[in-house]
T-cell receptor
C-alpha cells in the first residue's frame, strides 16, 4: 500500500496556465506538507497543515494555494504558472508536528515543467 | 535562526571505501535529527533518526549516525559503501514547527 501518494507524477504545461497537484496519505497522520525541490536539489518547505489548518506558509507567492479538504488530503493549486515554478514538488506527512517523536514521510514527487 | 549545513556537496568514493558525511545544525531547543536519502529519480526515504538516548543511532542499509551535542553535529557514516549507495543525502532537524533540511550531499560510488 502506498503511504503518501501524489498525482500526477509528471506535469508539463504552458506559462500562464493553472494546474493542481493532489496528495493523499493513508497513514492516519495529522500533519501534511508541501516542499519544492529545485534543480540543485535544494528542498524548501512551502506549506504545512495540521488537521486541515494552515500552520506554515513560507513566503510563497499567493499564486500557490493549498487546500486540505480533510486531514488525509493536501492539494496544491498553482495559478498563472511561471517558468520559475518548474521543479519537483514533494508532499509529505507526519503523525503530528507537535509530537516529540514526529517523523516525516515523503510522497514520490511531481515533476512540474513550465514551458 | 534554525539552520542545517552540510559541508560536503559532492563526494566521490570507490566501492568498499568508508563514508562520513558532515551535518551541523543550529537550533536552541531540543532537537530531533534525521538523515534522508534520495536515490536518482526517487523520493526522500528515511535512513535514520535521533530523538534522545544513545547518541549513536543505526539506520537501514548499514548506515549509522552519531549525535554530538557539544559540536552540534549529526554525521552520517557507513563503513563500506556500495555502488547502490549512489544518491543524494539530506540531513534535517525538526524545530518547533517545521523541518529544516540541509542543502544535500551528492554521493557517487564508483564500481
Amino acid at each position: 500500500d502506498t503511504a503518501v501518494s501524489q498525482t500526477p507524477k509528471y506535469l508539463v504545461t504552458q506559462m500562464g496556465n493553472d494546474k493542481s497537484i493532489k496528495c493523499e496519505q493513508n497513514l492516519g497522520h495529522d500533519t501534511m506538507y508541501w516542499y519544492k525541490q529545485d534543480s540543485k536539489k535544494f528542498l524548501k518547505i512551502m506549506f504545512s497543515y495540521n488537521n486541515k489548518e494552515l500552520i506554515i506558509n513560507e513566503t510563497v507567492p499567493n499564486r500557490f494555494s493549498p487546500k486540505s479538504p480533510d486531514k488525509a488530503h493536501l492539494n496544491l493549486h498553482i495559478n498563472s504558472l511561471e517558468l520559475g515554478d518548474s521543479a519537483v514538488y514533494f508532499c509529505a506527512s507526519s503523525p503530528g508536528q507537535g509530537q516529540r517523536t514526529d517523523t516525516q514521510y515523503f510522497g514520490p514527487g511531481t515533476r512540474l515543467t513550465v514551458l | 535562526a534554525q539552520s542545517v549545513s552540510q559541508h560536503n556537496h559532492h563526494v566521490i568514493l570507490s566501492e568498499a571505501a568508508s563514508l562520513e558525511l558532515g551535518c551541523n545544525y543550529s537550533y536552541g531547543g531540543t532537537v530531533n535529527l534525521f538523515w534522508y536519502v534520495q536515490y536518482p529519480g526517487q523520493h526522500l526515504q528515511l535512513l535514520l533518526k535521533y530523538f534522545s538516548g544513545d547518541p549513536l543511532v543505526k539506520g537501514i542499509k548499514g548506515f549509522e549516525a552519531e549525535f554530538i551535542k557539544s559540536k552540534f553535529s549529526f554525521n552520517l557514516r557507513k563503513p563500506s559503501v556500495q555502488w547502490s549507495d549512489t544518491a543524494e543525502y539530506f540531513c534535517a532537524v525538526k524545530g518547533t514547527y517545521k523541518y529544516i533540511f540541509g542543502t544535500g550531499t551528492r554521493l557517487k560510488v564508483l564500481a
